[in-house]
């Protein structure tokens, strides 16, 4: 399987990182991997024969883009030439959110599902801008799109929804979808400390988006919840539809004070049939969504099953490689069943 990847920051390394340790598990799914091209700021790195992940983790580290690959390094080659140059079966496309315009990433997926290509990506701001039309392109073309790294990191979420609740309708989603605020919301209450210092906090550990205000003012948690929204409860819905609260103007004393009444503030994401909304809210204390740290939490309420509700930690660059490496499973069994 020949893979072009778009985007060399701290999910498309860790992916192929992964990739290489994961050699035997891929073989054993028929899966023997082959990354023909790689794509960054800088330009690209493209081999046909398959470049070496320790080689292109190196020239990342010690020159800043892989375009420095000897030999089949490319300065400035752009993501959109690789993917209509380089031939290959499946796209990862996981360049930066840009809640904009959606791109690169936008461009980058329709570009390769027009190529033929089936296309995996964590990259949350085209599917929350353009669900319905990326979903119908791919499907005109006869080729899977799959995002599962969008939503919960390593978390099967979206296929916790899609696969176990096949059988049953899914009423709504209500969950703790942003591992930042929710680091933060959980560091004000255990320590007492405010949120700027809290904020800082999760930017070193690497939670935050590139711009943090995508996490504190509740754009990453809408993006995921449009994500949803679409694909569990299959609403036709976009960013523009949610209505978004975040956390910035919690104070410590408010915190303190829901704690004195045996509650946590969260930033909660819901979506039915009507409504699509993000915003602080108490949580019980011992109640399933009242989780910690980095964690996120996904309760489905379904007309049969009742409520159940799906725990993990929501970011990380390993934790999304190893929902990018489920997504190539799929789209391996799916093609081979057609
Ligand atoms: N910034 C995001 C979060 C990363 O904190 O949840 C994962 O989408």
Redesign the pocket.
């Known amino acids: 399987m020949r893979i072009i990847l778009l985007g060399f920051g701290k999910v498309g390394q860790s992916f192929v990182r992964l990739l290489s340790e994961a050699g035997l598990r891929l073989l054993s799914h028929g899966i023997r991997p082959r990354i023909v091209a790689v794509a960054d700021r800088g330009g690209a790195a493209v081999n046909l024969q398959g470049l070496n992940v320790e080689q292109l983790l190196k020239v990342k580290r010690e020159r800043g883009t892989v375009a420095a690959y000897p030999e089949h390094g490319r300065p400035n080659l752009s993501g959109l030439e690789v993917v209509e140059e380089t031939p290959g079966e499946v796209v990862v496309e996981v360049t930066p959110t840009n809640l904009r315009d959606g791109e690169p990433g936008l461009s980058h997926i329709m570009a390769a599902l027009k190529a033929g290509k089936h296309v995996i990506t964590a990259n949350?701001a085209p599917m929350a801008l353009a669900f319905q039309a990326l979903m119908e392109l791919a499907e005109y073309n006869g080729l899977v799109l799959r995002f599962s790294g969008c939503v919960g990191?390593g978390t099967p979420i979206l296929d916790f929804a899609s696969r176990c609740l096949v059988g049953d309708r899914i009423l709504s989603v209500r969950g703790v979808?942003?591992?930042?605020?929710n680091?933060i919301l959980t560091r004000m209450a255990e320590s007492r400390i405010g949120f700027e210092e809290a904020l800082r906090e999760a930017q070193a550990l690497g939670?935050?988006?590139a711009d943090p205000s995508?996490?504190v003012d509740g754009w990453?948690s809408a993006c995921?919840l449009v994500i949803l929204a679409n694909w569990v409860l299959k609403r036709r819905v976009k960013l523009g539809d949610v209505k978004v609260q975040g956390i910035r103007g919690i104070t410590l004393e408010e915190i303190m004070e829901e704690l004195r009444q045996g509650r946590q503030i969260k930033l909660i994401a819901y979506a039915d049939m009507e409504t699509l909304k993000v915003s602080p809210e108490p949580v019980p204390v011992g109640h399933p969504l009242c989780v910690g740290g980095?964690l996120?939490a996904v309760c489905f309420t379904s007309q049969y099953a009742g409520e159940e509700t799906v725990v993990g930690k929501?970011?990380g660059g390993m934790e999304?490689a190893s929902a990018i490496l489920r997504d190539l499973i799929s789209i391996k069994q799916q093609v081979r069943g057609s």
């Open positions: 949350k990191g979808l942003n591992g930042t605020t680091y939670y935050t988006e995508m996490d990453d995921k980095v996120n929501g970011a999304t």
